[in-house]
Antibody, heavy 118, light 107 residues
Framework: QVQLEESGGGVVQPGRSLRLSCAAS????????MHWVRQPPGKGLEWVAV????????YYADSVKGRFTISRDNSKNTLYLQMETLRAEDTAVYYC???????????WGQGTLVTVSS | SYELTQPPSVSVSPGQTASISCSGD??????VNWYQQMPGQSPVMVIY???KRPSGIPERFSASNSGNTATLTITGTQPMDGADYYC??????????FGGGTKLTVL
């Protein structure tokens, strides 16, 4: 069965960096585009970034463009999100999500909480 | 930027039909997807490509998309259906967009 397991969340001071990882299993990781979607505490879902199945293209939400970098290692079945210059408004649960046809999200990880606070 | 608008809350009695709307400019030209999120859990897709139901999702979940409004319908709502529901679509100006979410209360 499809499994997506995020890690790397925690408490970080404003302006610092953090890298999230998502270990994928149960499917051919290299065949699927992957996204990060976040959810601030008590609020709605916000798409963050996407990477093509082969890593050839990446796109970002305006709110994180220039600060966050999505990447993947298909040999390790792992998705990453490098977050730089973190702000309080980046505080959220970050979900690793599998893409289908660049249209919808069919499987979500359990999420990892990032708290940006001094 | 493209926006999807949902009512913050909807209430329904057990056994009745719940309808949750999602509005956006020319929404019928896009594929709308719906996600259910139980408290403390990750979202689960309940409808994709406007009307399709993934395997394992009960038949009481259905949806439509016409004009500027997509609608998720739960027929014979059960207490276990109480959750937050999010619509989602893709738009060239905003990429993957979510509605603000609707809290469905079954009481």
């Amino acid at each position: 069965q499809v499994q997506l397991e995020e890690s790397g969340g925690g408490v970080v001071q404003p302006g610092r960096s953090l890298r999230l990882s998502c270990a994928a299993s149960g499917f051919t990781f290299s065949s699927f585009g992957m996204h990060w979607v976040r959810q601030p505490p008590g609020k709605g879902l916000e798409w963050v970034a996407v990477i093509w199945y082969d890593g050839s293209h990446e796109y970002y939400a305006d709110s994180v463009k220039g600060r966050f970098t999505i990447s993947r290692d298909n040999s390790k079945n792992t998705l990453y999100l490098q977050m730089e210059t973190l702000r309080a408004e980046d505080t959220a649960v970050y979900y690793c999500v599998r893409d289908v046809e660049m249209t919808y999200f069919d499987f979500w990880g359990q999420g990892t909480l990032v708290t940006v606070s001094s | 930027s493209y926006e999807l608008t949902q009512p913050p809350s909807v209430s329904v009695s057990p056994g009745q039909t719940a309808s949750i709307s999602c509005s956006g400019d020319r929404l019928e030209d896009k594929h709308v997807n719906w996600y259910q999120q139980m408290p403390g859990q990750s979202p689960v897709m309940v409808i994709y490509r406007d009307t399709k139901r993934p395997s394992g999702i009960p038949e009481r979940f259905s949806a439509s998309n016409s004009g500027n409004t997509a609608t998720l319908t739960i027929t014979g709502t059960q207490p276990m259906d109480g959750a937050d529901y999010y619509c989602q679509a893709w738009h060239s100006s905003s990429a993957w967009v979510f509605g603000g979410g609707t809290k469905l209360t079954v009481l």
